[in-house]
């Protein structure tokens, strides 16, 4: 499976493609209603079944709502019942159910096998309209869903998913494994001994947005400098992600030319962010370890996971000797049987790095004996 996206160009005709969004954001208020009133009068959860067949039935009768697809509707209650599944799954874990969406802020309908036609070049029909997109790469594959989405500033975006068949080989190239430890100062700590630096985007711009945020907040509610402020911080917060999301394409690209496998050490990020809250969100690792993933996948690099509960920072890499307590503050420490001094981080990467590359049956391509047994 892949995923490909595209800029609708800006036209007049957009707009209907943006009711159409409006109308999805009135459905789902509407089924997140009809889930709220059913379980109050029955006590029981309402199926997905009877959600689309009673959709369906009133779709007939508002003209409005016909300007979202049949089956742009049906997935609007598929989202519901997944996301009440997981509520059901995980509820004990602090996760909510769905609930009510500003219709202003809904962003996207979902369409399957029906409802639009790629007409060839960069044209796209729609229901009965016809679309033009920035055609920057070709489709390759049968495509199973497309989505229109929109952003925050009103722009339009075409989401292809294509069911493609390319399976890629492992392929080790550089024969070298290396070991990475995520740290809130250093971004990442190679076990070859060199450090990523994070450049920490959102707090670089932070004055930026406190200043954008300002403007918008000292606007009238309601009159078009609310709407051009607003315009202007959600263009801000646009350009954050969008310098993090380059950032982390050009260093997934540099560490899988570097590296054939990458080994990580799993992490409970939710809980990182409890502690430490923006710092954590501002790295971002889990969208990093995606694209990472991604990339090494069509290169055919391996990326590797191991435990999260494994002592990689209280194990000593020299001897293998695990010392009961390590407090956060301290970042070196001497091990007490072999008398080695210890980085906390660069210690914690190199046994990432053993242990990742025994998971693979490669072995240490710089150690000839590992200290560390899985």
Partial sequence: MKTLKFKLYQHKRNRYLKASINAAGVIYNYCIALHKR??????????CAKLQAHIAKI???KEFWQSVGSQAVQDICQRIEKAYQL???????????????????????????TGYKFLGGNRLRIGNRVYQYWN??????????????????????VVIVVDSDDESKIKFTTGKTAGFDFGLKTFLTCSDGSKIESLQ??????????????????????????????KNLARAHEDIANRRTD???????????????????????????????????????????DILG???????????????????????????????????????WRCPSCQSVNGRDDNASKNIQTVG????????????????AV
């Fill in 201 to 230: 985007f959102f707090k670089q711009s932070l004055n930026c947005l406190k200043k954008a945020n300002r403007h918008h907040s000292r606007k009238l509610k309601g009159s078009s400098n609310k709407e051009r402020a607003r």
């Fill in 136 to 157: 920057s790469r070709e489709i390759e594959g049968k495509i199973k869903t497309l989505t229109i989405k929109r952003t925050p500033l009103g722009e339009l975006f």
């Fill in 38 to 47: 059913y379980y109050r009068m029955w006590g029981k959860h309402l199926n």
């Fill in 247 to 289: 950032w982390f394409w050009k260093l997934a690209h540099n560490l899988t030319n570097r590296f054939d496998v990458l080994c990580f050490e799993t992490l409970n990020l939710k809980g990182m962010k409890r502690l430490w809250g923006r710092k954590v969100s501002d790295l971002a690792l889990r969208d990093f370890l």
């Fill in 87 to 113: 509520f059901f799954k995980y509820h004990k874990s602090c996760v909510r159910p769905p609930g009510f969406k500003k219709v202003k802020k809904y962003k996207s309908f979902t369409l399957k096998q």
């Fill in 59 to 61: 779709r007939k009768r």
């Fill in 294 to 332: 991604w990339v090494a996948k069509k290169k055919g690099k391996q990326v590797v996971y191991i435990d999260q509960w494994y002592p990689s920072s209280k194990t000593c890499f020299c001897c293998g000797h695990v010392i009961d307590t390590l407090d956060l503050s301290v970042r070196e």
């Fill in 357 to 372: 590359a025994s998971m693979v049956g490669l072995g240490d391509f710089r150690r000839a004996t590992p200290a560390i």
